[in-house]
Nanobody, 120 residues
Framework: QVHLVESGGGLVEPGGSLRLSCAAS????????MNWSRQAPGKQLELVAS???????TYLDSVKGRFTISRDNAKNTVYLQMHSLKLEDTAVYYC??????????????WGQGTQVTVSS
């Protein structure tokens, strides 16, 4: 089993910054891509940022230039640094990861989510 645990959410004013972390633990061979997604009230889940095991990253257009995804492979941890936060960034943020178990079985693990609220 693999567990993903997010942290770092909270309440911030517009223009502020937050840093989310997501650590994977358990017994597994390796992790491929790690991602951050979010779901705002009444809206569908959307992919915010992805990063490969080699460090290549992609972003949702609306967060480009404001959010940075990074990872520490030694710690099996992915981060999302968020700057210039806007009201519309308010959502529950989830991390997920493509996990390869011993024996080659693959699946996507999800964290429990962390609330980010941008409000004045």
């Amino acid at each position: 089993q693999v567990h993903l645990v997010e942290s770092g959410g909270g309440l911030v004013e517009p223009g502020g910054s937050l840093r989310l972390s997501c650590a994977a633990s358990g017994s597994f061979h390796s992790i491929n891509a790690m991602n951050w997604s979010r779901q705002a009230p009444g809206k569908q889940l959307e992919l915010v940022a992805s990063i490969t095991s080699g460090g290549n990253s992609t972003y949702l257009d609306s967060v480009k230039g404001r959010f940075t995804i990074s990872r520490d492979n030694a710690k099996n941890t992915v981060y999302l640094q968020m700057h210039s936060l806007k009201l519309e960034d308010t959502a529950v943020y989830y991390c997920n990861a493509g996990v390869i178990l011993f024996g080659g079985f693959r699946y996507t693990g999800w964290g429990q989510g962390t609330q980010v609220t941008v409000s004045s």
